[in-house]
């Protein structure tokens, strides 16, 4: 694909981008000619990722501080410019049964996965509005439409993100401000090792994930799929009455890819991580 011209180049800033669909995003931005700064609260990956990607403009960021945030974005326009689009990537997934999860677990995903999204997004349109031109993205996924075992506090942050995004994006639908939602099935990140995936729906790819982006960026919606199948599943689901739609899920193995078919020690790295950091 050619690079975006001089005159289309955008400021973008990513939250979460040391790894996985942040850091792919952040690539084919940069292939695609825009100038991109990431944050991330691993300062010796982000350092790495940088120096990977070629990117200049990178801060260790905590988005569950809304003034780690600001401090991200200061410096991001000091040195890029004022910015245009931000993408609020940050999240986690620990699985397990709900009674069982610990409650710093539970905050945890809560303070990373929503509460991240909304001082982002807020902080993102302070310095947007005025302008009247920007495009905030928030990452959200299919597990905010459709509800899976083992992973309740995950998706109930995934619901909350999507609800958010569509009330503000329609508060602000005058405003000349974009808000948007990603929605990605399950993707080959280490979100989710040591589980299998749903039988015959296969995961996306986080290069999959960061062309929605960018084309998002290009041609702004309210929210896009990824992938196509599972795109197609989560809204036929919508029309399924909910003892069928229970019944096919139980089918595809959804009762326990994220339960009792987890594989725990190949989760283990990411989780002492995730829950550490």
């Known amino acids: 694909m050619t690079k975006t011209s001089i005159g289309q180049s955008k400021v973008v800033a990513i939250t979460g981008a040391a790894r996985g669909i942040g850091y792919q995003t952040a690539k084919e931005l940069t292939r695609r000619g825009h100038r991109v700064a990431i944050g991330d609260i691993d300062e010796q990956q982000l350092k790495a990722s940088a120096d990977e990607l070629g990117i200049a403009t990178f801060s260790v960021l905590d988005v569950t501080v809304a003034d780690s945030i600001d401090r991200f974005l200061d410096l991001v326009e000091s040195e890029l410019g004022p910015l245009d689009v931000l993408i609020n990537n940050a999240g986690i997934m620990p699985t397990g049964h709900v009674h069982e999860e610990p409650d710093a677990v539970t905050r945890r995903q809560i303070e990373i996965n929503l509460l991240g999204v909304i001082y982002g997004t807020k902080l993102g349109l302070k310095r947007m509005l005025p302008r009247r031109s920007g495009h905030i993205i928030n ?7 459709l509800p899976v075992p083992g992973l309740a ?19 602000y639908r005058k405003s000349g401000i974009q808000l948007s939602t990603v929605r990605p099935t399950f993707t080959n990140t280490e979100l989710v090792a040591g589980t299998a995936g749903a039988k015959g729906i296969r995961n996306a790819e986080p290069e999959e994930i960061a062309a929605a ?41 959804a009762d326990t890819v994220f339960l009792d078919d987890v594989d725990a020690g190949a989760r283990k790295n990411y989780l002492d991580r995730i829950l550490t950091n």
């Open 213 to 253: 982006m960018a084309n998002l960026i290009e041609k702004p919606k309210p929210f896009v799929r990824v992938t196509r199948v599972a795109s197609g599943l989560a809204a036929a689901m919508k029309f399924i009455p909910s003892r069928l739609a229970e019944t096919l899920s139980s089918s595809l193995g």
């Open 153 to 171: 506090t995950y998706c109930g942050t995934k619901f909350a993100v999507i609800g958010f995004t569509e009330a503000a994006r329609q508060e």
């Open 139 to 145: 990452t959200a996924s299919l597990a905010g439409e």
